[in-house]
């Protein structure tokens, strides 16, 4: 297995644009996770979903993070407007209905100048 | 609430040397506990995990951890470290499927 996917890795942007990160799970894994890491914050939960459905929103900053999982192979996360302040780098991780652990993707580093 | 606290931000180390990591937790209810670590400029990588049973845990690349639940602590050691143990370490519980990350531990090893 590719494991988890994300894109882009890298993305720079300036503040007021609309950025999307998206990632693809791991096949046959039921739930999907949004982190970002920050080095004052550390590893935060933005949200998670199970099958599909958003569960626990409840780490998303402000109305302008939303995220989408619109079938079991494809999530996005937006920001729009983005803001200096989102620069981090975010994590996708997904994990199966078996096993508590949780598979990592690689990140996507963003950047708002 | 549950919580989980890395006493240390930085541990140096000489290679070959033993290292111990250390990390308590709070919780109210059973907890299952992971160390996760991070290479630089990649994801995190589950290095072990205790869910329930024999209380010491031996992960990847050498490394063990010993659940205490008098202590509420999951250190994480390794006998003898070598240079591609450079990374950070991210202790963790679960609740509700959430994890729930220490503030990370940064291992340098110096040769």
């Not at chain 1, 109305?63 to 803001?83: G, W, Y």
Request: overall charge neutral; glycine content about 6%; aromatic content about 12%.
């Amino acid at each position: 297995d590719a494991g988890v996917i994300q894109s882009p890795r890298h993305e720079v942007t300036e503040m007021g644009q609309e950025v999307t990160l998206r990632c693809k799970p791991i096949s046959g894994h039921n739930s999907l996770f949004w982190y970002r890491q920050t080095m004052m914050r550390g590893l935060e939960l933005l949200i998670y979903f199970n099958n599909n459905v958003p569960i626990d929103d409840s780490g998303m900053p402000e109305d302008r993070f939303s995220a989408k999982m619109p079938n079991a192979s494809f999530s996005t996360l937006k920001i729009q407007p983005s803001e200096p302040r989102d620069s981090a780098v975010y994590f996708c991780a997904s994990s199966s209905p078996r096993d508590y652990e949780q598979y990592f993707g690689p990140g996507t580093r963003l950047t708002v100048t | 609430a549950q919580s989980v606290t890395q006493l240390d931000s930085q541990v140096p180390v000489f290679e070959e040397a033993p290292v111990e990591l250390r990390c308590n937790y709070s919780s109210s209810v059973s907890v299952y506990l992971f160390w996760y670590v991070q290479y630089p400029n990649q994801g995190l990588q589950l290095l072990l995990k205790y869910l329930s049973g024999s209380t010491l845990v031996k992960g990847i690349n050498g490394f063990e951890a010993e659940f205490n639940k008098s202590q509420t602590s999951f250190h994480l050691r390794k006998p003898s470290v070598h240079i591609s143990d450079t990374a950070e370490y991210f202790c963790a519980l679960i609740l509700a499927q959430k994890l729930v990350f220490g503030q990370g531990t940064r291992l340098t090893i110096n040769p």
